[in-house]
C-alpha cells in the first residue's frame, strides 16, 4: 500500500485497506496514516482558492513534523490575509516568529483588516497576545470590535472586563450581543441580564448561544435547553446543538453528528466533520468514509482525526 501511495495511486491504496479491513474485521491506524497523509497533501495542494483550507491541511501535517508543510506555511510574505491564515497555523504549532508577526499586523498602518487580526490572535490560542486586542474594542469598523471581544473571552482575559462593559451599548446589534457573550464568558455580571434573556428566546440558535457562554448554567439546566434543539428542522441548529453536547451526553450527540456528516449539502457535511475529528473514541471506519467525501474539507477533517488516533486503538 505505501508504494501505491508513493505512486500518487490513492484509489488503489483504499482498495488495499479496504480489502485488508474485510478480510481482518479490524480497522488498522497504522496503515491509514499513510493515506491521510496523503490526503492532506492534496488537499493543500488543491487549496489555491481557500488560502484557509490550504493553511489547516498544512497545519496537520505540521503537527506531524511535516518539514515540507511547515516550510509551505513560511513561504508566503508581507501582510496579507493568507499570511495571518499561514501565520496563525504556524502560532498554534509554537512558532514564535509567527507569533510576532501577527503582532506585528496589530500594530500595523499599512494592514488595514483589524478583523483578520482579531481573528488570527484568537485562533492562535495565545493568551499573552490578548492585550493586542484591546485597542481594536474602539475600532470604528463594527465587525471588528465584535472579532476583538470574541477573541479576549476565548483567550481569558479578565484584565478587559472594564473596557469591554461600554460595548454592550454599543450601537451595533452585534457587537451588544457578542459583548454581553463575552462578558459572561468572562465570569462579569455586566452581560447576564442579556444572557438570562437570550435563555429564554424562542430563537433556538439564541438559547445555544446563552447555554455556550454561561459559566454558572447548571448542568441539568444546560441539558434541558439543549436537548429539545436536537430534533430542530435546521439541521445547522442541530448540529450546533449536538456540538454544545458532545462533552456532557456524546451518545446524545453521536447520531444527530453521523446524520449531518452524510447530509447532501457540503455544509452540514463540513461542520459536522470540524466536530467529528475532535470527538472521542476514535472512529476509523468514520474517518476513512470522510476521507471519501467530495468536499475537501470534510476530507481535511477525516484525514485529521485519523492522524490524531493513537497507533493502536485501545492501546
Known amino acids: 500500500m505505501s508504494a501505491a501511495v508513493a505512486l500518487d495511486d490513492l484509489p488503489r491504496a483504499y482498495a488495499f485497506y479496504d480489502t485488508y479491513v474485510q478480510a481482518s ?54 501582510l496579507s ?17 509567527a507569533r510576532q508577526r501577527i503582532a506585528s499586523a496589530a500594530s500595523s498602518t499599512d494592514f488595514t483588516d483589524k478583523t483578520a487580526v ?33 477573541g479576549l473571552a476565548e483567550l ?59 459559566p454558572s448554567i447548571t448542568a441539568g439546566e444546560r441539558l434541558l435547553i439543549i436537548r429539545p434543539i436536537l430534533a430542530d428542522p435546521d439541521p445547522m441548529t442541530r448540529l450546533r446543538a449536538a456540538e454544545l453536547l458532545v462533552k456532557d451526553d456524546p451518545e446524545a450527540a453521536r447520531p444527530i453528528l453521523l446524520e449531518l456528516i452524510r447530509d447532501p449539502d457540503s455544509t452540514p457535511r463540513r461542520e459536522a466533520g470540524r466536530v467529528i475529528e475532535t470527538m472521542t473514541p476514535p472512529d476509523l471506519g468514520l474517518y476513512r468514509a470522510m476521507m471519501a467525501d467530495r468536499e475537501p474539507w470534510v476530507r481535511m477533517y477525516g484525514a485529521g482525526a485519523i492522524l490524531k488516533a493513537p497507533a493502536i486503538i485501545g492501546g
Not at 38 to 50: I, S
Not at 119 to 134: D, T, Y
Not at 163 to 192: H, I, N
Request: proline share 6%; no cysteine; net charge neutral.
Open 81 to 97: 490575509r493568507q499570511t495571518l491564515l499561514d501565520d496563525t497555523a504556524l502560532a498554534r504549532l509554537g512558532d514564535r516568529d
Open 118 to 150: 482579531a481573528e488570527a490572535i484568537r485562533r492562535s490560542g495565545n493568551a499573552s497576545q490578548a492585550p493586542l486586542l484591546i485597542p481594536l474594542l474602539q475600532h470604528p469598523d463594527p465587525y471588528t470590535r465584535a472579532a476583538a471581544v470574541e
Open 25 to 78: 474485521g479490524a480497522e488498522a491506524p497504522i496503515l491509514l496514516r499513510p493515506i491521510a497523509v496523503h490526503e492532506l497533501q492534496n488537499v493543500a495542494a488543491g487549496a489555491a482558492l481557500d488560502p484557509r483550507l490550504r493553511a489547516e491541511a498544512l497545519e496537520r501535517l505540521g503537527r506531524t513534523g511535516d518539514a515540507k508543510a511547515l516550510n509551505d506555511l513560511r513561504q508566503t510574505s508581507g
Open 156 to 214: 481569558g482575559y479578565t484584565a478587559a472586563i472594564l473596557a469591554m462593559r461600554p460595548l454592550v451599548s454599543d450601537p451595533a446589534v452585534e457587537v451588544r450581543s457578542k459583548a454581553a457573550l463575552a462578558l459572561t464568558r468572562l465570569g462579569d455580571a455586566a452581560g447576564r441580564e442579556t444572557i438570562e434573556r437570550m435563555k429564554r428566546s424562542p430563537v433556538a440558535d439564541v438559547r445555544l448561544r446563552a447555554v455556550e457562554v454561561d
